[in-house]
């Protein structure tokens, strides 16, 4: 396999994905609405975090939240503009506000959310900069928000 192959199979959107799906599956075994987010720069992790509002006890504790914080630790500044900001489900307009002020370069989201998602309140909301991808492992992302919602209704 050539190197660019092994470049693009190991380091693809589904790729990291995978990971931000691992981390909302820490969320749901925490008992936390099951989000997760990754934040990658140069095809590197430099953050990641899962929901953990119930945990805190803090509304603001989301896992993108939490991402963008430890990604702007990481890199030692407030601007994330080469980072890539994967997350399981599309982000609220709470963590689309602060993507434009941490002025990330591109958000990758598996599932839509239709009820809480920032594109239902104000599409503009994100950083004139950034690129948006949604649908990347949507049906992942979407049976474990399911299997979820349906353990809260037994």
């Not at 945990?55 to 939240?65: K, S, V, Y």
């Not at 434009?100 to 239902?120: E, H, L």
């Amino acid at each position: 396999m050539q190197n660019q192959e092994i470049h693009t199979r190991f380091f693809s959107d589904e790729y990291f994905m995978k990971q931000a799906i691992k981390q909302a599956e820490i969320a749901y075994n925490n008992n936390e609405v099951p989000v997760g987010a990754v934040i990658v720069y140069k095809n590197k992790i430099i953050s990641k975090a899962s929901n953990q509002q119930e945990t805190l006890n803090d509304p603001t504790a989301h896992a993108e939240m939490i991402a963008i914080t430890s990604a702007t630790n990481y890199n030692g500044g407030k601007y994330l503009k080469e980072c890539v900001l994967y997350v399981t489900i599309e982000p609220c307009v709470m963590c689309a506000g602060a993507t434009y002020w941490a002025q990330i370069g591109k958000i990758v989201f598996g599932s839509a959310d239709t009820k809480k998602g920032f594109r239902i309140f104000n599409k503009n909301i994100l950083h004139p900069s950034t690129k948006i991808y949604g649908g990347i492992l949507k049906n992942e992302c979407n049976l474990l928000m399911k299997k979820f919602f349906k353990k809260l209704r037994l």
